[in-house]
């Protein structure tokens, strides 16, 4: 399998402009997450979905945050309007699982944002 | 909540040397226990897990054990190599497979 896959790898892009990122999940895998890593907070979960369906969105920072699902091979994360606080490592994740502790994720690569 | 406490790095070590990454949490109930590993400009890595009290998970050299009563998972590797070097991610599973993670802990090994 070719794992988690995320595209862009590297996005740079001027403050007010609107961001999308893209991820692949791992084929079969029912659960999908976003993650933003930075210096000062660490990792933090943005939101993740269920068989496409969004179950907790509590950890996107704001209105300008939106993800989507469409189907089970795609998911994006939008930034309208991007800040330069908004400048990080953004991760996607996959599982394949029942919503056990057990159940592992697989992570893609990264796309790495700077918003001048 | 969840929360998952790891020492601050970096660690810096020489090649041979033996390497202890300090981890606890606090958890309700029964979490499952994770250290991811990243290397540089790369994603997040399974390294090893254990999903129930005095398991041990293991890979590549690296262990680490389930302690519920000092509610602990100290990773170790008896003899650490160049390669070793990245940052490692001390996390817990509460379920519905969320991870709680710590900030992580660079280590630097040199020659």
């Known amino acids: 399998d070719a794992g988690v896959i995320q595209s862009p790898r590297h996005e740079v892009t001027e403050m007010g402009q609107e961001v999308t990122l893209r991820c692949k999940p791992i084929?079969?895998?029912?659960?999908l997450f976003w993650y933003r890593q930075t210096m000062m907070r660490g990792l933090e979960l943005l939101i993740y979905?269920?068989?496409?369906?969004?179950?907790?969105d509590s950890g996107m920072p704001e209105d300008r945050f939106s993800a989507k699902m469409p189907n089970a091979s795609f998911s994006t994360l939008k930034i309208q309007p991007s800040e330069p606080r908004d400048s990080a490592v953004y991760f996607c994740a996959s599982s394949l699982g029942a919503g056990r502790s057990t159940d592992t994720q697989y992570f893609g690569p990264g796309t790495r944002l700077t918003v001048l | 909540g969840n929360s998952v406490t790891q020492m601050e790095g970096p660690v810096t070590l020489s090649e041979e040397a033996f390497l202890t990454i300090n981890c606890t949490y606090t958890a309700t109930g029964y979490p499952s226990l994770f250290w991811y590993v990243q290397y540089p400009g790369e994603g997040l890595q399974l390294l090893l897990k254990?999903?129930?009290?005095?398991d041990k998970g293991s890979n590549k050299g690296f262990e680490a054990t389930y302690r519920k009563e000092t509610t602990s998972f100290h990773l170790e590797k008896g003899s650490v190599q160049v390669s070793d070097s990245a940052v490692y991610f001390c996390?817990?599973?509460?379920?519905?497979?969320?991870?709680?993670f710590g900030k992580g802990t660079m280590l630097l090994v040199s020659p």
């Open positions: 084929s079969g895998h029912d659960y």
């Open positions: 979905f269920n068989n496409n369906v969004p179950i907790d």
């Open positions: 254990a999903t129930k009290a005095d």
């Open positions: 996390a817990l599973s509460g379920g519905y497979s969320t991870l709680t």
